[in-house]
């Protein structure tokens, strides 16, 4: 399959549906100068038209997913075609980040999305280094304080060269997740950053994981592949035609390196062993490549260019008949720089993928939109047809048969409902099963940290790494701190304030992680639970119809989208307050030695009682408050879940339900019509037929062209597909 065949394949498609729209249009608009009722083909019209938007809108997206230094943001900048995300040492990306295509002409724009907010704050306009500048500032505040206006994402509104010679791609988004690396931060919010990750690897048509070549060379850093990977294995093995792996720096090889196809053998071995059976591999040096493109594109800084030339250009220079060395031009060599740099195979193969699997389903979606409305306007020109056809007592008595049918499929779309009732209650059952495991073994997990933390003076005690670390900063920040038999003991409110506040920190990020890992499980079954659901009552729903088309002579195709569940977000925070109840404060007295001088310098020393308050942090009661809260959120968020079934379930059934009283409605509208228009026009009964039967001609004509359109599409039909459906 090529882009050309995309191509022309979407023209196809979307001039047939403007025409049959507007044949539909014409047919209304006969019926209303008449005086017949058109809303029973109002359902039609907005089919046809949501058919439209969604092959015009064409929603792709593209993750992009690295450790931090892998070399992201230069890889993506190389895609885009300008430096205009910022690649400092730091890590950079704070949330996620949507590059939107725009036209050349067009004004290029950074806007921020915050919570709880419906429209983006634009946050600067213009060029690339302008925005680059505000972008990165803007990134810095929020790592910094935390992040307290609560943004979500950013979207970048930019020129993407890698589609710029795909126009039908509009609705194209690359997008810029925070890297494993960046989770381990201890100034941000972690866990949403994971959650952009994952809620990426679960949505997106294909995904890039950066690799860094210099980690990988010598069969080292694999670790970092595994929390994306090694647990999500089944879940990747089904996608694998769209997950790629970018292999990035690789111009960093040095002679003493071992050769790159070593390293890629070795690292294709390393993700077989975690799970994905054919992975793909590019390498790439991205700085090599984002530098080409912007020599060939004119738009290179001094800075840019003395850069190619340091790092690159030597690979490049050719020596003469004499043995001098021939210094080419920047812009003669840049295109194939950019060739040899890997991007231009990298873009062509995802583009290839897009098109070939969602692009395939998109259009294959589309054109059976189109067939379906079609046959929805000759069912009704037949209907209209037979109707003027037989006599009039006849069709009165058709219709009268019609009303009992329709009444009894309603009859049956309630006991559908029911039935769905109960299998709904199944999925609950099993999401709120789920979510007990995790509160039972959250809770379990805090327990063992807690002893843990009880534990970390012993001298058999081989618990390092964070724990330690947390150890470490409770005696740094508190050096007289004394820890014995489960409890911390300190010598001022103050004190043992700080004592909280550490163990919180400590804390919260274990359970969120934990949570986070049960919820994308959840997730992942969910989505498959719900799929099955939703084909029951397809199905069911198929049945009815099909029993009113028998008595019609036709059949009705009904289908629904299978979204996935939509999660509510498990907080936990505000430990401080549920610690800060388990502190103690003991009144103690201690003996103090002191001296009294006497006479002839004698002295006497004596001791004396001394009161003073001891303050105590109780990590038994602080590990059931822990619990606690473990459970307190996880019975609020079971209820709000359950709603959240409720509603989208519902949801589905309605979508459901709503094509098939479309499709009932439809036809007693005609027949009421029918025998209005009897009453009124019997005499040209003979022209009417002749009109209609003209008009089932040309439908028919419509029919062939989208069976040899399906003939075109099926002829590169990629092998394996999952079918994407629109919005019923």
Same mark, same amino acid.
């Given at each position: 399959?090529?882009?050309?065949?995309?191509?022309q394949t979407y023209?196809?498609?979307?001039?047939?549906?403007?025409?049959?729209l507007?044949?539909?249009?014409?047919?209304?608009?006969?019926?209303?100068?008449?005086?017949?009722?058109?809303? &029973?083909?109002?359902?039609?019209? &907005?089919?046809?038209?949501?058919?439209?938007?969604?092959?015009?809108?064409?929603?792709?997206?593209?993750?992009?997913?690295?450790?931090?230094?892998? &070399?992201?943001?230069?890889?993506?900048?190389?895609?885009?075609?300008?430096?205009?995300?910022?690649?400092?040492?730091?890590?950079?990306?704070?949330?996620?980040?949507?590059?939107?295509?725009?036209?050349?002409?067009?004004?290029?724009?950074?806007?921020?999305?915050?919570?709880?907010?419906?429209k983006?704050?634009?946050?600067?306009?213009?060029?690339?280094?302008?925005?680059?500048?505000?972008?990165?500032?803007?990134?810095?505040?929020?790592?910094?304080?935390?992040?307290?206006?609560?943004?979500?994402?950013?979207?970048?509104?930019?020129?993407?060269?890698?589609?710029?010679?795909?126009?039908?791609?509009?609705?194209?988004?690359l997008?810029?997740?925070?890297?494993?690396?960046?989770?381990?931060?201890?100034?941000?919010?972690?866990?949403?950053?994971?959650?952009?990750?994952?809620?990426?690897?679960?949505?997106?048509?294909?995904?890039?994981?950066?690799?860094?070549?210099?980690?990988?060379?010598?069969?080292?850093?694999s670790?970092?592949l595994?929390?994306?990977?090694?647990?999500?294995?089944?879940?990747?093995?089904?996608?694998?035609?769209?997950?790629?792996?970018?292999?990035?720096?690789?111009?960093?090889?040095?002679?003493?390196?071992?050769?790159?196809p070593?390293?890629?053998?070795?690292?294709?071995?390393?993700?077989?062993?975690?799970?994905?059976?054919?992975?793909?591999?590019?390498?790439?040096?991205?700085?090599?490549?984002?530098?080409?493109?912007?020599?060939?594109?004119?738009?290179?800084?001094?800075?840019?260019?003395?850069?190619?030339?340091?790092?690159?250009?030597?690979?490049?220079?050719?020596?003469?008949?004499?043995?001098?060395?021939?210094?080419?031009?920047?812009?003669?060599?840049?295109?194939?720089?950019?060739?040899?740099?890997?991007?231009?195979?990298?873009?062509?193969?995802?583009?290839?993928?897009?098109?070939?699997?969602?692009?395939?389903?998109?259009?294959?979606?589309?054109?059976?939109?189109?067939?379906?409305?079609?046959?929805?306007i000759?069912?009704?020109?037949?209907?209209e047809?037979?109707?003027?056809?037989?006599?009039?007592?006849q069709?009165?008595?058709?219709t009268?048969?019609?009303?009992?049918?329709?009444?009894?499929?309603?009859?049956?779309?309630?006991?559908?409902?029911?039935?769905?009732?109960?299998?709904?209650?199944i999925?609950?059952?099993?999401?709120?099963?789920?979510?007990?495991?995790?509160?039972?073994?959250?809770?379990?997990?805090?327990?063992?940290?807690?002893?843990?933390?009880?534990?970390?003076?012993?001298?058999?005690?081989?618990?390092?790494?964070?724990?330690?670390?947390?150890?470490?900063?409770?005696?740094?920040?508190?050096?007289?701190?004394?820890?014995?038999?489960?409890?911390?003991k300190?010598?001022?409110?103050?004190?043992?304030?700080?004592?909280?506040?550490i163990?919180?920190?400590?804390?919260?990020?274990?359970?969120?992680?934990?949570?986070?890992?049960?919820?994308?499980?959840?997730?992942?079954?969910?989505?498959?639970?719900?799929?099955?659901?939703?084909?029951?009552?397809?199905?069911?729903?198929?049945?009815?119809?099909?029993?009113?088309?028998?008595?019609?002579?036709?059949?009705?195709?009904?289908?629904?989208?299978?979204?996935?569940?939509?999660?509510?977000?498990?907080?936990?925070?505000?430990?401080?307050?549920?610690?800060?109840?388990?502190?103690?404060?003991?009144?103690?007295?201690?003996?103090?030695?002191?001296?009294?001088?006497?006479?002839?310098d004698?002295?006497?020393?004596?001791?004396?009682?001394?009161?003073?308050?001891?303050?105590?942090?109780?990590?038994?009661?602080?590990?059931?408050?822990?619990?606690?809260?473990?459970?307190?959120?996880?019975?609020?968020?079971?209820?709000?879940?359950?709603?959240?079934?409720?509603?989208?379930?519902?949801?589905?059934?309605?979508?459901?339900?709503?094509?098939?009283?479309?499709?009932?409605?439809?036809?007693?509208?005609?027949?009421?019509?029918?025998?209005?228009?009897?009453?009124?026009?019997?005499?040209?009964?003979?022209?009417?037929?002749?009109?209609?039967?003209?008009?089932?001609?040309?439908?028919?004509?419509?029919?062939?062209?989208?069976?040899a359109?399906?003939?075109?599409?099926?002829?590169?039909?990629?092998?394996?597909?999952?079918?994407?459906?629109?919005?019923?």
């Amino acid at each position: 399959m090529s882009t050309q065949q995309f191509e022309q394949t979407y023209n196809q498609i979307q001039d047939t549906g403007n025409r049959l729209l507007n044949y539909l249009l014409e047919i209304c608009a006969r019926k209303s100068s008449q005086g017949d009722d058109t809303s &029973g083909l109002q359902s039609v019209e &907005g089919d046809i038209n949501k058919a439209l938007t969604a092959l015009k809108e064409q929603k792709y997206q593209v993750a992009v997913i690295a450790a931090m230094k892998a &070399g992201k943001s230069t890889f993506i900048n190389a895609l885009i075609g300008a430096d205009i995300l910022a690649s400092e040492s730091e890590a950079c990306t704070v949330c996620r980040t949507d590059i939107c295509p725009i036209d050349a002409e067009q004004t290029p724009r950074l806007l921020e999305y915050q919570q709880g907010k419906r429209k983006p704050i634009v946050l600067v306009e213009g060029e690339a280094e302008k925005i680059r500048q505000v972008f990165l500032e803007r990134t810095r505040q929020i790592r910094e304080t935390n992040n307290p206006d609560n943004t979500i994402r950013f979207e970048l509104q930019y020129p993407i060269e890698a589609i710029s010679k795909v126009p039908y791609l509009a609705g194209f988004r690359l997008v810029d997740t925070p890297g494993p690396n960046e989770w381990e931060s201890d100034s941000f919010n972690t866990t949403a950053l994971k959650q952009t990750a994952l809620e990426a690897l679960r949505t997106c048509d294909a995904i890039l994981f950066i690799l860094d070549y210099t980690s990988f060379k010598d069969n080292t850093n694999s670790e970092l592949l595994k929390d994306l990977i090694e647990q999500r294995s089944e879940f990747l093995k089904n996608d694998t035609g769209k997950i790629y792996f970018i292999l990035n720096k690789v111009d960093r090889k040095s002679e003493k390196d071992r050769p790159i196809p070593n390293v890629i053998e070795d690292l294709r071995k390393t993700l077989i062993g975690f799970g994905i059976p054919e992975p793909i591999i590019y390498p790439v040096s991205a700085w090599q490549g984002l530098l080409a493109r912007l020599i060939n594109n004119e738009s290179a800084t001094k800075e840019n260019k003395k850069d190619f030339k340091y790092f690159f250009l030597a690979r490049y220079m050719e020596e003469d008949e004499d043995g001098d060395i021939i210094v080419p031009k920047l812009n003669h060599i840049a295109p194939q720089a950019l060739k040899d740099s890997g991007i231009l195979t990298i873009e062509n193969d995802v583009i290839q993928t897009i098109l070939q699997n969602s692009g395939w389903n998109l259009l294959s979606d589309v054109l059976a939109k189109f067939d379906k409305n079609a046959q929805a306007i000759d069912e009704t020109l037949i209907t209209e047809i037979r109707g003027w056809e037989i006599g009039i007592e006849q069709l009165q008595a058709k219709t009268e048969e019609y009303i009992k049918r329709s009444d009894s499929a309603r009859e049956n779309v309630i006991k559908v409902k029911q039935a769905i009732e109960e299998e709904k209650n199944i999925l609950i059952d099993q999401f709120s099963k789920g979510m007990d495991k995790f509160a039972n073994d959250a809770k379990q997990l805090i327990r063992i940290e807690i002893e843990k933390l009880t534990d970390i003076q012993s001298k058999n005690n081989s618990y390092l790494d964070t724990l330690q670390n947390l150890f470490n900063s409770i005696k740094k920040m508190i050096p007289l701190v004394k820890f014995s038999n489960y409890k911390i003991k300190c010598e001022n409110s103050k004190d043992a304030d700080k004592i909280c506040q550490i163990i919180n920190e400590y804390c919260s990020p274990i359970i969120q992680n934990f949570w986070l890992e049960a919820q994308d499980k959840l997730i992942r079954e969910g989505k498959s639970i719900r799929q099955n659901l939703v084909q029951k009552i397809q199905k069911h729903i198929q049945d009815i119809s099909n029993e009113i088309s028998k008595y019609l002579g036709n059949t009705l195709q009904v289908k629904i989208d299978a979204n996935p569940i939509l999660f509510p977000d498990f907080e936990f925070s505000g430990l401080d307050a549920e610690i800060k109840k388990q502190q103690q404060v003991f009144n103690r007295i201690k003996k103090e030695t002191r001296t009294k001088t006497g006479c002839c310098d004698s002295s006497k020393t004596y001791e004396v009682d001394i009161a003073y308050k001891e303050y105590q942090i109780d990590l038994r009661l602080t590990c059931k408050a822990i619990q606690d809260k473990i459970d307190e959120q996880v019975e609020r968020n079971k209820e709000l879940l359950e709603r959240v079934i409720q509603k989208q379930v519902s949801a589905d059934f309605q979508k459901a339900e709503k094509q098939i009283n479309d499709y009932i409605n439809r036809f007693q509208l005609e027949f009421d019509n029918l025998l209005e228009q009897r009453a009124k026009q019997e005499l040209i009964a003979d022209e009417i037929i002749a009109t209609l039967t003209s008009q089932r001609m040309e439908v028919n004509q419509y029919f062939s062209e989208l069976m040899a359109i399906r003939e075109l599409l099926n002829s590169w039909k990629p092998k394996q597909t999952q079918e994407v459906s629109l919005e019923a």
